[in-house]
């Protein structure tokens, strides 16, 4: 059976920070965008190889679901702004328990910006010319009502958490379309289906990511689907700024993976339009 590819971009975690991430030179989002075709079988067996391209690999969620999708027998990509923590993710899958001599030509790491689109059309010739086609950190404004949200801190959600998922949307449904297969994984949000008070600019980029999500699936050819996938409340280095020491009493990202690339491993042309929740 052929490779399968997964297209990985993550966005933030459903909290209420008061610490605004900001889309940097080189930085890439993370929500959750792949392709595939297949999934697995009894007892996690793996029934074919996927690629997964995991935006915002470098920390929390993105981080994990990578070493778990690496531990699982796939192969990942990913992307993130700092080339040191990439660099550091490389060696712990090189490593690590399941790791072999190949390890270090299967996973491939790099670092582009979702911000940008021409940086965005760049990774995905990247990508292409390395790995063939392939699919979570975005950006959260301080806690504040929206006539009082800064219009820098306004644009810099948006930027990341919309027009992220968009430029990746834009360069690499048309390579999966060329497969004539995949699964497009968008990370939502809790606050993508319902609202908070003093975080408007993020509940507004996650009910449009909800959207766009539902407006793409009515375009994609057959053989193809996308969904929204609310990750749940985590506790990240996101969370812990937000909820300081109450946030040890959600799970860790760690502990999260696994459920998570059930799901993500399992998607199919059914789910077209869905928006699910781990």
């Known amino acids: 059976m052929k490779n399968q590819y997964f297209i990985v971009h993550q966005i933030t975690n459903t909290s209420s920070c008061k610490k605004t991430?900001?889309?940097?030179k080189s930085g890439m989002t993370a929500a959750l965008n792949a392709v595939m075709n297949g999934g697995l079988t009894g007892g996690g067996a793996v029934a074919a190889q996927k690629t997964v391209l995991i935006t915002g690999v470098s920390r929390g969620l993105g981080k994990a679901l990578a070493v778990e999708i690496a531990k699982r027998g796939h192969s990942v990509i990913g992307c993130s702004r700092s080339q040191e923590k990439l660099d550091s993710l490389q060696s712990e899958l090189c490593s690590g328990p399941s790791s072999s001599s190949s390890s270090s030509e299967k996973h491939l790491f790099l670092n582009a910006?979702?911000?940008s689109n021409s940086g965005v059309q760049e990774l995905a010739r990247v990508v292409m010319e390395k790995k063939g086609v392939p699919d979570i950190i975005g950006t959260i404004n301080k806690?504040?009502?929206?006539?009082?949200?800064?219009e820098e801190e306004f644009n810099a959600v948006i930027d990341t958490n919309l027009k992220g998922i968009a430029n990746m949307l834009r360069?690499?449904?048309?390579?999966?379309i060329e497969k004539k297969q995949g699964i497009l994984v968008n990370m939502s949000s809790g606050w993508g289906r319902s609202a908070a008070a003093q975080v408007a600019p993020y509940c507004a980029s996650k009910?449009?990511?909800?959207?766009?999500?539902?407006?793409?699936?009515?375009?994609?050819?057959?053989?193809m689907?996308?969904?929204?996938?609310?990750?749940?409340?985590?506790?990240?280095?996101?969370?812990?700024?937000?909820?300081?020491?109450?946030?040890?009493?959600?799970?860790?990202p760690d502990s999260w993976a696994?459920?998570?690339?059930?799901?993500?491993?399992n998607l199919t042309v059914a789910d077209n339009g869905a928006s699910l929740s781990v």
């Open 143 to 150: 806690n504040n009502r929206l006539w009082e949200v800064p």
């Open 171 to 176: 360069h690499f449904i048309p390579l999966m």
């Open 21 to 24: 991430s900001r889309c940097g």
């Open 113 to 115: 910006d979702v911000c």
């Open 225 to 252: 689907a996308i969904v929204a996938l609310n990750p749940g409340v985590i506790n990240t280095e996101m969370l812990q700024s937000c909820f300081g020491s109450s946030s040890g009493m959600y799970q860790a």
């Open 207 to 223: 009910w449009a990511v909800e959207g766009l999500t539902k407006s793409v699936a009515k375009e994609l050819p057959a053989g």
């Open 258 to 265: 696994p459920k998570a690339a059930d799901m993500i491993l």
